[in-house]
């Protein structure tokens, strides 16, 4: 059957590959799991309930929660009826959610617990709006979403076939506000179309031996959401993870073949990895800092010639198979995106028999643009892959990346003058970054064009390509470049402090708190010593010649990141002010 409509992927799924184990979730340690009959019978009851709730086509509905099936059970039964979903990060601030509820026009909402619930209720008691809110858990003073099934259980007529058969490819299917790193958030719409496009295009990419996935990115975000519906059309189980604390142990459960994942998480895995090793002694040591050091020279197809090829084998055997293991011994594939991923590990991951393809895209774009693939010269490493199929990409005179195809969104909610900026006559988005095309058929990013800077001397600094190799060093954790107008850049650092306070014990320091360690003499001068190294990849003016170390981690929570964890430039320089202005004060 033909998939023109994100819900067409239920009873071609139903027909192709129905099983016990469609969706699985995690809770209170046990794993509850949803055949694929039951799921389309509980997307049907949310739809027959919300129509007795007299929603109507284009009617805007919220859903406000973590990984689950029921938002899978919500946001199916809110599409099939032609009304539109509007997720919502749990972890949005008051402003930003009083923000959406308003500008979209939402009258009911899914929220995951009480938790959320509260957060909503205290947004709404200030603005006095009128909201329908339906729990997933048990929420006291709060509708329990059972109340919208239990309805549509009771109440099938009409039939539904008439709402879908009303529903058209190009018809609204969602509105997702862009979190973004300055601004007001703005409403993106996506229809169904923009999103089969993606899913049908990127699906012919996925390993075939591929059956079982593990989901912890949010689906909130258009990347994790249309991965889910990629994965409905392949036929493959989706097990959504307890909390982002769990993930460890439900891939030792799961064993899935697959994840998706932001660098963020990449880099934590690897400098545990990395950390274990230092901890080994005598010949394992040796071992493993050779196997690493093999890794990390690791090339595509064979190109480092047959020695290398029988020495992998014996680091895939010796060490690697540890690293799959630690990742429930079967995986065979990672799917990276939302920012840069450091070539080093893409390297060193696929040496060890697990394949990171990383990806580009924008929630404006549905999102993927550009994706390396698992299938020979398909990939490159240092680039996010060759352009998907039916877009069309060009480079403008200034560098910034511009698509036009099926997969981009008809324009901003409400924001008429934002869609005419963002979109151009012919019909191209501004993705706002910056790239070059390598050998016709790779697309590198090489920077954000709102990111780029001036120093006072005129030269332009890429920041996200100095922080990503500065990252690197295993003493650093999170770091930020900075220096618009200024003589030179320097950067904000927040040091990786269990190697930190490894190195202290090692060096016989006294090692107490975060606080003290940014303040001690010998770690700044280590630090110090760290950028030196990686400073010399840089030209001259590029160089980051003074930094401030700071001792708290930068969050979602505490404001500092995106949720797809990109740093929020400004709301750091604002944060940290003064420790700007001493640093340049002081030259």
Not at 358 to 368: F, M, R
Request: hydrophobic letters at 40%; glycine letters at 6%; one cysteine or more.
């Amino acid at each position: 059957m033909a998939i023109t409509r994100v819900f067409d992927l239920l009873p071609y799924n139903l027909q192709n590959f129905p099983k016990a184990d469609m969706l699985a979730y995690k809770q209170s340690g046990a794993w509850s799991k949803y055949a694929t009959q039951a799921v389309t019978d509980t997307i049907d009851d949310v739809s027959y309930g919300l129509l007795a709730l007299g929603v109507k086509k284009d009617d805007k509905i919220a859903i406000m929660s973590h990984n689950r099936p029921e938002w899978n059970f919500c946001d199916f039964g809110i599409m099939q009826i032609g009304a539109v979903s509007v997720p919502m990060y749990p972890t949005l601030s008051d402003a930003d959610i009083e923000h959406i509820l308003k500008d979209a026009g939402i009258r009911i909402i899914f929220a995951a617990d009480k938790e959320i619930c509260h957060k909503i209720s205290e947004v709404t008691q200030k603005t006095k709006q009128d909201l329908q809110v339906y729990s997933y858990e048990n929420v006291e003073g709060v509708k329990n979403w059972n109340e919208i099934l239990d309805s549509g259980k009771n109440n099938r007529q009409p039939n539904l076939q008439e709402y879908r058969d009303k529903v058209q490819p190009d018809d609204l299917l969602t509105l997702i506000y862009t979190s973004g790193t300055t601004g007001t958030p703005k409403g993106v719409m996506l229809t169904h179309a923009n999103l089969v496009s993606n899913v049908l295009e990127c699906s012919k990419l996925y390993p075939a031996e591929i059956n079982r996935a593990l989901s912890f990115l949010p689906m909130c975000h258009i990347f994790e959401r249309m991965v889910i519906y990629m994965y409905l059309y392949l036929g493959i189980s989706i097990y959504y993870a307890q909390s982002m604390d769990t993930i460890v142990a439900d891939m030792q459960e799961v064993k899935p073949h697959c994840f998706t994942t932001v660098p963020r998480l990449l880099e934590k895995v690897y400098d545990k990895i990395v950390a274990k090793g230092a901890e080994l002694t005598g010949a394992k040591k040796n071992i493993f800092n050779w196997a690493l050091q093999l890794g990390l020279r690791y090339e595509m197809n064979g190109r480092n010639g047959f020695l290398y090829e029988m020495k992998l084998k014996i680091a895939r055997k010796l060490v690697f198979s540890k690293w799959k293991d630690a990742l429930g011994g079967e995986i065979i594939a990672i799917v990276s995106g939302g920012a840069a991923l450091q070539p080093r590990l893409a390297r060193v991951f696929w040496a060890a028999g697990i394949k990171v393809l990383e990806g580009y895209g924008l929630t404006e774009t549905s999102p993927v643009i550009a994706v390396n693939a698992p299938q020979p010269g398909e990939a490159r490493f240092g680039t996010v892959g060759p352009i998907v199929k039916g877009v069309n990409l060009k480079i403008a005179s200034d560098g910034e990346i511009m698509v036009k195809g099926p997969n981009v969104m008809k324009g901003y909610y409400n924001r008429p003058d934002a869609t005419a900026e963002a979109i151009d006559a012919d019909g191209y988005f501004h993705t706002g970054d910056i790239g070059v095309m390598l050998d016709n058929k790779y697309l590198c990013i090489t920077d954000r064009k709102k990111e780029i800077f001036k120093t006072a001397g005129g030269k332009y600094i890429a920041p996200q390509t100095l922080e990503n190799k500065f990252k690197e060093s295993p003493f650093i954790e999170q770091i930020i470049v900075i220096g618009e107008n200024q003589r030179f850049p320097a950067a904000l650092i927040i040091p990786a402090f269990d190697a930190v306070k490894d190195w202290c014990a090692k060096k016989g320091l006294e090692y107490t708190t975060r606080e003290e360690a940014v303040k001690s003499r010998r770690v700044i001068d280590k630090i110090q010593n760290e950028l030196d190294k990686y400073n010399d990849n840089f030209g001259h003016w590029e160089q980051v010649k003074k930094f401030e170390l700071i001792a708290d981690e930068w969050s979602i929570a505490t404001g500092e990141m995106t949720p797809k964890l990109s740093l929020k430039r400004k709301v750091i320089l604002k944060k940290y002010e003064k420790l700007v202005e001493e640093i340049y004060r002081t030259v």
